[in-house]
C-alpha cells in the first residue's frame, strides 16, 4: 500500500469513527427547594444503555422550577421563587451560560420576575426575548435577552384580573403558561383563574404585546386551563385543562392568530378512576401521530391518537411509577419518554412505540429531590 493511499485510509477511518460518535445528551431539571434539593441537575443521558449519569448541580435561588433553553442553545434559564434581591418582591428569573462542550451551567444574572410565583418560561423564535407568567400575580411579563444572554428590564407586561366557578383555585387570575406561535406572529397566555386563553399580535421590533383581532377564548367554566402545546404543522392547539382533567383541542388561523374550538373536555381518565386528580403537563410526539397528558393523583399520563383532522382519541394510560408526575418531556427523536414526580423525588423513563403511542417503561428511576421540570439538549 502506497503511503498516499495509507493517509487516505487512515482519514476515512477517522472521519467514520468520529461521525459515528453519538452525540452527547444532557438532561437538565428544574426542582423544587425542599427534601435537600440544590437547585438545578443535569444528567447525561446514554440513549444506547438507557442511563441518566450525573453531571453537575447548581445551587440557586430558591425553588428553580421551571426552566427554559435558548434557542441558540448557548445560555438556559430558571424561574425561582426566590426573589432577586431584599429590595425587591415576587419571584426571579435566573440566565445561565451553557457549555457547548460538557453542558456545565454557569450564573450570569438574576433578575426579577415582576410577580408572585413564576411558573413558566417561554421564548419567542428569534430568542430575543422570554415570556414570564406569574401564577399567583396574576400576570405576565416580556423581558429582553443581550446578546450574551443576560436578562434586561421588561418591554411589556399584562395583567390580568378575574375568576371562575371553582371558588377554591379560580379566586383570582393564575396565569400559568405563555407560548409564541411556531411563525413567531401571535403569543397565547393560558389563564387558569379566568378560564381564558388570551391572544396577542407579537411586535419583536419592541417587544410589545398587542392586541390581536380575536383578543380571548374560553374553555368551559372551571376547566382550568395550564399548559398547551402546538400540533408540529402549526394548525391546531392543545390545552390541558387542570381542574377537569381534560383536554380542549382547537383550530389554528395562522393568519390572524384566532383560535376556534374542535372538541371540549376531552376525558383523560379510565373510567374506573374516582379519586382525586389535577392535569399538569402536555406534548406532542415530533410526528404529531399522539398526544400526552400528565395527571397528578391518578400518577400516570394519558395517551391520545391525534387524526389528519387534529382532533384527538384516548387510546389509554401509562402509570408512570411514582407520586405527582408534574412534568415530563419527549426526546427530540420521539423515542423516549421522562417523566419527573414532584413527590416521590424520581425521574422514571419510558419507551414509545412508534406505532400504537403506548408506553414501556425502561432503565432504572434516577433520584432526584422534586424534580418539576425537564428539559434536554443535544450538544453539537
Avoid at 214 to 223: F, N, R, T
Amino acid at each position: 500500500m502506497t503511503r498516499r493511499l495509507l493517509l487516505l485510509t487512515l482519514f476515512s477511518l477517522s472521519y467514520i469513527f468520529i461521525c459515528a460518535q453519538p452525540k452527547k445528551e444532557i438532561l437538565y431539571v428544574g426542582t423544587f427547594s425542599v427534601r435537600g434539593s440544590q437547585g438545578i441537575y443535569s444528567y447525561t443521558f446514554n440513549r444506547a444503555k438507557k442511563t441518566l449519569t450525573p453531571v453537575q448541580n447548581v445551587p440557586g435561588l430558591e425553588s428553580p422550577s421551571f426552566l427554559g433553553i435558548h434557542p441558540t442553545r448557548k445560555f438556559l434559564y430558571s424561574v425561582n421563587r426566590g426573589k432577586a434581591s431584599e429590595n425587591e418582591t415576587g419571584g426571579s428569573v435566573t440566565a445561565y451560560q451553557l457549555d457547548a462542550k460538557t453542558g456545565k451551567l454557569t450564573a450570569l444574572n438574576t433578575r426579577s420576575s415582576f410577580g408572585a410565583d413564576p411558573c413558566h418560561i417561554s421564548f419567542d423564535k428569534t430568542g430575543q426575548y422570554i415570556f414570564v407568567s406569574n401564577y399567583n400575580e396574576g400576570n405576565l411579563v416580556v423581558l429582553p435577552l443581550f446578546e450574551d444572554g443576560l436578562v434586561g428590564n421588561p418591554s411589556d407586561s399584562k395583567k390580568y384580573i378575574g375568576n371562575s366557578i371553582n371558588t377554591e383555585r379560580q379566586q383570582s387570575s393564575h396565569l400559568h403558561s405563555a407560548l409564541i406561535s411556531p411563525d413567531n406572529h401571535f403569543l397565547y397566555a393560558a389563564d387558569l383563574g379566568t378560564d381564558k386563553i388570551y391572544i396577542y399580535n407579537f411586535n419583536l421590533k419592541n417587544g410589545t404585546l398587542d392586541d390581536s383581532r380575536q383578543k380571548e377564548v374560553s374553555v368551559k367554566p372551571g376547566c382550568g386551563p395550564r399548559h398547551f402545546v402546538f400540533h408540529p404543522n402549526g394548525n391546531y392547539m392543545y390545552v390541558a385543562e387542570e381542574l377537569t382533567s381534560t383536554v380542549a383541542t382547537f383550530k389554528v388561523d395562522k393568519k390572524n392568530g384566532d383560535l376556534t374550538i374542535l372538541q371540549d373536555s376531552v376525558l383523560s381518565l379510565p373510567k374506573t378512576f374516582t379519586g382525586k386528580n389535577t392535569s399538569a403537563d402536555i406534548h406532542i410526539d415530533p410526528k404529531g401521530k399522539f398526544l400526552y397528558m400528565s395527571n397528578r393523583g391518578y400518577n400516570g399520563l394519558s395517551i391520545f391518537s391525534v387524526g389528519a383532522d387534529g382532533k384527538i382519541k384516548l387510546v389509554g394510560q401509562q402509570t408512570t411509577g411514582g407520586s405527582t408526575p408534574r412534568n415530563f418531556m419527549i426526546d427530540s427523536k420521539g423515542e423516549y419518554i421522562f417523566v419527573a414526580h414532584q413527590d416521590s423525588d424520581t425521574i422514571v423513563m419510558f419507551r414509545i412505540n412508534p406505532k400504537t403511542g403506548m408506553l414501556a417503561q425502561v432503565g432504572k428511576p434516577v433520584k432526584v429531590p422534586a424534580p418539576v421540570c425537564l428539559k434536554m439538549i443535544t450538544l453539537p
